[in-house]
T-cell receptor, first 114, second 116 residues
């Protein structure tokens, strides 16, 4: 079984400021990790994914995330946010072996303030 | 390549009725998953189909059912609707079993169901 905890339900941040959205996971097996973004009235889009290799993963729109196995975390960061980054962000995990459904966190709403 | 298409976009139904939602995956994708999204609950997994077989099922009552056709298109059905079934229902496709562990999900824009 696996679970995902997104520690902040809402994060307000001023435009051009840095942001970090936190994600911790729990799993009895090794996992793949994902961040998705959902804009209003749309489905989810993949931002980035960690499969293996370098623990720092770069995604679209200037986002990056760092996998920390010892802390079971996969926090999402952006050095300078734009108004257009206002959206809901979801962290997700799936087991590497033995098919398991993709498990999503509850989501973090990022509100960029002009 | 066309994305995942869900129809209809909006539905309003009355308690006790039933509803069928449709999902057409990306061409070549054989896996289709369904999620229910509600405020405060995030995305709750309903079920996943691959090659017309249900491979995984979430913790939803039997009123929620689905199926997949030979062309990979999928439908989900909710019978005896309750007020609490009001939600955004999202469909997602991915390539298939060998790659499904690390293949990202591609989502449709969802069907917003309102039960009155």
């Amino acid at each position: 079984a696996q679970s995902v905890t997104q520690l902040d339900s809402q994060v307000p941040v001023f435009e051009e400021a840095p942001v970090e959205l936190r994600c911790n996971y729990s799993s009895s097996v090794s996992v793949y990790l994902f961040w998705y973004v959902q804009y209003p009235n749309q489905g989810l889009q993949l931002l980035l994914k960690y499969l293996s290799g370098s623990t720092l993963v770069k995604g679209i729109n200037g986002f990056e995330a760092e996998f920390n196995k010892s802390q079971t975390s996969f926090h999402l960061r952006k050095p300078s946010v734009h108004i257009s980054d206002t959206a809901e962000y979801f962290c997700a995990v799936s087991a590497i072996r033995g098919y398991q459904k993709v498990t999503f966190g509850i989501g973090t709403k990022l509100q960029v303030i002009p | 390549k066309a994305g995942v298409t869900q129809t209809p976009r909006y539905l309003i139904k009355t308690r006790g009725q039933q509803v069928t939602l449709s999902c057409s995956p990306i061409s070549g994708h054989r896996s289709v998953s369904w999620y229910q999204q509600t405020p405060g609950q995030g995305l709750q997994f309903l079920f996943e189909y691959f090659s017309e077989t249900q491979r995984n099922k979430g913790n939803f009552p039997g009123r929620f059912s689905g199926r997949q056709f030979s062309n990979s298109r999928s439908e989900m059905n909710v019978s005896t609707l309750e007020l609490g079934d009001s939600a955004l229902y999202l469909c997602a496709s991915s390539q298939g079993p060998e790659s499904s562990y690390n293949s990202p999900l591609h989502f449709g824009n969802g069907t917003r169901l309102t039960v009155t």
